[in-house]
């Protein structure tokens, strides 16, 4: 299965942490660069972090200092690891890789 899925949404307090996990199977996972986006309701789909094939990453400043994106190649998997969670944090957080996406998974941040 190449095409990614996402899985660890849920509920949770604001402050609180969630991890992501993005697996695909396939060693051109390994060799793509992985990114997040998450879709509040009724907004547009949003850049949250990237990881390259190298292990640079890169953050949506909105994120930036609270929200950790790795890799392990090994398992096929990205992880987007996300702390200090804020009620604005809401979406439905999405895998891509070469164009490819997941189907999501809800992370909802309330009290």
């Known amino acids: 299965q190449v095409q990614p899925a996402e899985s660890g949404g849920g509920l949770v307090q604001p402050g609180g942490s969630l991890r992501l996990s993005c697996a695909a199977s396939g060693s051109i996972f390994a060799l793509s660069s992985v990114g997040w986006y998450r879709q509040a309701p009724g907004k547009e789909r949003e850049f949250v972090a990237e990881v390259t094939n190298l292990g640079t990453t890169n953050y949506a400043g909105s994120v930036k200092g609270r929200f950790t994106i790795s890799r392990d190649n090994a398992k096929y998997t990205v992880y987007l690891q996300m702390n200090s969670l804020k009620p604005e944090d809401t979406a439905v957080y999405f895998c891509?890789?070469?164009?490819?996406w997941g189907k999501g998974t809800l992370v909802t941040v309330s009290s």
């Open positions: 891509m890789f070469r164009g490819m």
